[in-house]
């Protein structure tokens, strides 16, 4: 099923319509996102909109229809797939950083509000991965050189480990904060990047 994370009404209905066939999931991970490319002065403004509204507000929406079967299962937890843009600023990724930020703040205050309740939040932030997304912003054959390698002149850091993450250590540490082993960990944000943001 795809489904428009942009339509929130939709999204909500799709949902309790698959509810209503039986019960709901214990661990959802919110891996939706979308990622347009402009500085702060010439970003359109769709973009930016487009940018929260898939990035944040359809993560809330799913969260806030999944909240009851999430409260009532013994290992209920919420997994949000962030960015670790959201921890340093980069060249062009305003709308995108600035989105990825406002997710890390949701994970958190989430996390807060439903401790008592014994569901988890946690965020996964990935530095460059190598996926279509990634790729979409290379210009050329030595782009993924470039990309390890780091700009300075667009102060982006290089990637220390000296190479791209594959999709599966994303979703190896999904799979760490899904299972048992993981229950006493919450309001965290894992970044999965190689070391590329040194910490920050």
């Known amino acids: 099923m795809i489904l428009d994370l942009r339509d929130t009404e939709l999204t909500g209905r799709v949902i309790r319509n698959r509810l209503s066939f039986g019960d709901g999931p214990d661990i959802l991970v ?3 996102g979308i990622l347009h490319t402009s500085g702060v002065e010439t970003i359109d ?6 940018s929260f509204a898939i990035n944040v507000r359809g993560p809330l929406k799913v969260i806030q229809e999944l909240l009851p079967c999430l409260k009532a299962s013994p290992v209920g937890a919420v997994i949000n797939i962030g960015s670790n843009a959201s921890h340093i600023p980069r060249w062009g990724m305003a709308a995108y950083g600035a989105s990825k930020a406002a997710l890390r703040y949701l994970t958190m ?6 401790a008592k309740s014994g569901v988890t939040c946690n965020l996964v932030s990935p530095g460059s991965v190598d996926t279509a997304m990634q ?3 290379w210009d050329g054959p030595g782009a993924r050189d470039q990309v390890i390698a780091g700009e300075p002149d667009r102060f982006r850091n290089g990637i220390p480990l000296g190479k791209l ?4 250590d994303i979703a190896s540490t999904v799979l760490f904060l899904a299972s048992d082993d993981a229950r006493h960990i919450t309001m965290q944000d894992i970044v999965v990047d190689g070391g590329a943001i040194l910490g920050a």
Request: aromatic share 4%; no cysteine.
């Open 30 to 32: 919110n891996a939706a």
């Open 109 to 114: 205050s989430l996390g807060l509000e439903l």
């Open 165 to 168: 993450a594959e999709p599966s």
């Open 135 to 137: 790729r979409q912003l």
């Open 45 to 50: 403004i769709k973009d930016w909109d487009e």
